[in-house]
């Protein structure tokens, strides 16, 4: 399959048309049509619900499409990173859990952007699976996680801060008068905790090992949804301070009592080969730690 032809596929998926694909690239429909058919019998599937007004995409076709818009990025983010090797230069890709840590990476980053202007940065945020799951792919090359995480596949660098863990509560609640949460204060309220599997465990560990013991609401990956259902009424949700800003918005956070704190590191792929923006990042910081 040639990236040509994938580009071709892709711009038929996101128009909906051939008519409007072909104009796109500047192509026959004729011409597309045949490309898209001869796709469809290399790779032995159909990919597309011809119908009166509007082309759709079958399940293999989406699956393409997912898959395909990964491997243009990654062409792409290499290309760049080639041509730019006479400079430091090229793109820097970072994943990123919900944590103000990240702002210890963004001080060394907005001092690389500063002296190279040929370096771009770009982010992503997910929780440590998503980011995880974006490094084995090639997608990232960085990830930013708040522990705990399994990180033996990968090299790692704990970073010189650590995140407090406490509740996000709506401000008129019960517990927002508390300057301190202990695990029996929550016994009588809906709780939201984590999809991280490793980060609930520690949850639960923290709430006495049995969460049969509260009421599980549900769950989140990114805090900000989570918030606003929180604002909404009596529901709780274990967070990391910070995340959100409770200035002003109707919502209180608190932290909890043991105290419960996650360190922070950063883990790349082992044996990755990274551009030279790339190298220079994980030398300043490698320093700064």
Same mark, same amino acid.
């Not at 790779?43 to 399940?59: A, D, H, K, M, P």
């Not at 529901?235 to 301070?241: G, Y």
């Given at each position: ?8 596929? *892709? %711009? ?10 072909? =104009?796109? $690239?500047? &192509?026959?429909?004729? #011409?597309? /049509? ?22 759709? *995409? %079958? ?10 818009? =990964?491997? $243009?990025? &990654?062409?792409?983010? #290499?290309? /760049? ?209």
């Amino acid at each position: 399959m040639e990236l040509r032809v994938l580009n071709y596929f *892709l %711009t038929v998926a996101r128009e909906k048309t051939i008519s409007k694909a072909a =104009e796109v $690239l500047h &192509l026959s429909q004729p #011409t597309l /049509s045949k490309q898209l058919k001869d796709l469809e019998d290399e790779l032995g599937v159909q990919l597309f619900i011809r119908g009166n007004r509007e082309i759709s *995409l %079958t399940e293999d076709g989406v699956y393409l499409q997912n898959r395909g818009k =990964e491997i $243009l990025s &990654l062409v792409d983010t #290499t290309t /760049s990173n080639l041509q730019k090797n006479e400079v430091i230069g090229g793109d820097i890709m970072i994943g990123s859990g919900e944590t103000q840590a990240f702002q210890f990476l963004s001080t060394i980053l907005n001092d690389l952007m500063s002296k190279h202007p040929d370096i771009n940065v770009h982010m992503y945020s997910g929780n440590a699976d998503d980011v995880k799951t974006k490094i084995d792919k090639g997608l990232l090359d960085f990830g930013l996680v708040i522990d705990p995480v399994e990180k033996q596949k990968y090299e790692y660098l704990p970073l010189p801060v650590s995140d407090r863990w406490g509740i996000l509560v709506n401000e008129k609640h019960e517990l927002a008068k508390n300057k301190l949460v202990i695990a029996s204060d929550l016994a009588a309220y809906p709780l939201l905790i984590s999809s991280q599997t490793l980060v609930n465990n520690q949850i639960s560990e923290w709430l006495g090992g049995n969460l049969n013991n509260f009421k599980i609401a549900g769950s989140y990956n990114l805090l900000y949804n989570a918030s606003l259902l929180v604002k909404e009424g009596s529901t709780v949700a274990f967070c990391i301070e910070g995340i959100i800003n409770t200035k002003d918005s109707g919502l209180a956070f608190i932290p909890l009592k043991p105290a419960l704190t996650s360190t922070i590191s950063i883990i790349w792929k082992k044996k990755q080969v990274f551009s030279n923006a790339g190298k220079l990042f994980l030398k300043e910081l490698t320093e700064a730690t």
